[in-house]
């Protein structure tokens, strides 16, 4: 009888237990269950380093854009030096020697007048001392002439110094300019200091045209006067008439 009450106790023992065992099974939810699953993980790892890359070339992007209107800035930059009022203060200075020209002025007016009344025909009906003040005034004209070119020259000559300071200062410009524009600017005043350079060169060519060109001038009228002087020297007169003459003033 033991043998057998012990075995039905076993059993209900068994029974009773089973299911609180099976309980916590049971009351388990599937979705808190986790699965693993490769081929979508990997599917995630590779959206993320698309992401990524896009990122980065938006990055990039903004980089370059940023480089782009940095260097778009420099080359809109303004050169920070000017030779503007040097150069303008140069040919100044030669305009006003030029304007300076004695008797006979550059001015086409003045010189037919000039030539006109000084230089051309001799009239016949002149006097003597009127040639002569003629050919005087000629000879001054033709030394002022001399005069004013020379001054030129010399004006002319006190600006290469401003010229040579110049031309280092915009060349030293040119070489450190950060941008487009600074370079060009540069290009541009050094354009305008060669062609003050050129209006100092015509300046002292023309001086000195004017002054050979009133030499010459004086020349030719010295010639014709001296031919007409020479004529009335050989003219018929009446020639010498005996008179008295006295020794001492005041004598019989």
Do not use: C
């Amino acid at each position: 009888m033991r043998p057998r009450h012990s075995l039905s106790v076993r059993l209900a023992a068994a029974l009773l237990t089973a299911p609180v065992l099976l309980a916590p099974m049971l009351a388990t939810p599937a979705q808190a269950i986790i699965v693993f699953d490769p081929s979508n993980y990997a599917q995630n790892v590779l959206q993320a380093a698309r992401a990524l890359q896009q990122i980065n070339q938006q990055i990039t992007s903004l980089q370059n854009q940023a480089q782009m209107l940095m260097n778009q800035a420099r080359n809109l930059a303004s050169l920070p030096y000017s030779s503007l009022q040097q150069l303008q203060q140069s040919v100044s200075r030669t305009q006003q020697l030029l304007s300076q020209a004695q008797n006979i002025a550059y001015d086409v007016r003045s010189i037919d007048q000039a030539f006109t009344q000084k230089y051309g025909s001799v009239s016949l009906s002149a006097t003597d001392a009127q040639l002569v003040s003629n050919a005087r005034s000629r000879w001054q004209t033709t030394v002022g002439g001399l005069q004013d070119a020379m001054r030129v020259q010399a004006g002319v000559v006190g600006n290469l110094d401003t010229n040579r300071t110049q031309t280092s200062a915009l060349v030293g410009a040119s070489q450190g300019a950060t941008g487009a524009l600074q370079a060009a600017q540069a290009g541009n005043q050094l354009l305008a200091l060669q062609a003050q350079q050129l209006a100092d060169l015509t300046a002292v060519v023309a001086a000195n045209g004017r002054a050979q060109a009133l030499h010459d001038a004086e020349q030719a009228a010295a010639s014709a006067q001296g031919q007409e002087q020479r004529r009335r020297f050989l003219a018929p007169g009446t020639g010498y008439q005996p008179g008295n003459a006295k020794m001492f003033y005041g004598s019989n």
